[in-house]
């Protein structure tokens, strides 16, 4: 774990490709982040989930709805990958998300909506092809061509790195 609270896992280091057999463990760490979500979730009252991660950081509760909120633009450029050719993907502003009014619906709706996200992510992923992880989109606030297996790994990092942000905040606190 890395000292930094907000990169705890460290940051995510891009990499140059993923083959099949180096996407099958990440999609396995996609597949398992409900449950290592709802895991550490457990047992967590209101006040700690409002508790922000770290100093001027989200709360418990904006980070889980920002896996599901990121996830699911995830989902959709993958499928667009997957089905257009280099297509140009749409950013969102993920602070501005974080504030909108669905963000005071129960975390479990957010993992919920995980669950049956990541099952179809991973059904849709598992069969790609070594072409297929080679396939890339634009995203526009990067200018360059993202590898399907790229955003694989990225995902998979990004499920660990808000999981803990949520259980060193635990581990901090004593929760």
Request: charged share 20%.
């Amino acid at each position: 774990m890395s000292d930094d609270l907000r990169f705890p896992i460290g940051r995510f280091e891009r990499v140059a490709e993923v083959s099949v057999a180096d996407a099958a463990p990440l999609l396995d760490q996609i597949a398992s982040l409900p449950d290592e979500l709802r895991a550490a979730l457990a047992g967590l009252s209101d006040a700690q989930l409002a508790t922000p991660y770290r100093p001027e950081g989200w709360s418990v509760s904006q980070v889980v709805h920002h896996l599901a909120d990121s996830h699911m633009n995830a989902f959709i450029r993958c499928k667009l990958l997957l089905t257009e050719e280099q297509p140009t993907v749409k950013p969102y502003l993920q602070d501005a998300w974080a504030a909108t009014a669905d963000n005071t619906v129960d975390v479990q709706t957010s993992v919920a909506l995980l669950e049956g996200l990541h099952r179809r992510w991973v059904a849709l992923l598992r069969p790609a092809t070594g072409a297929d992880l080679q396939r890339t989109y634009i995203h526009p606030e990067h200018g360059r061509p993202v590898p399907l297996g790229n955003t694989i790994a990225l995902y998979a990092w990004h499920g660990r790195h808000h999981v803990a942000h949520i259980t060193e905040l635990r581990r901090r606190e004593g929760w």
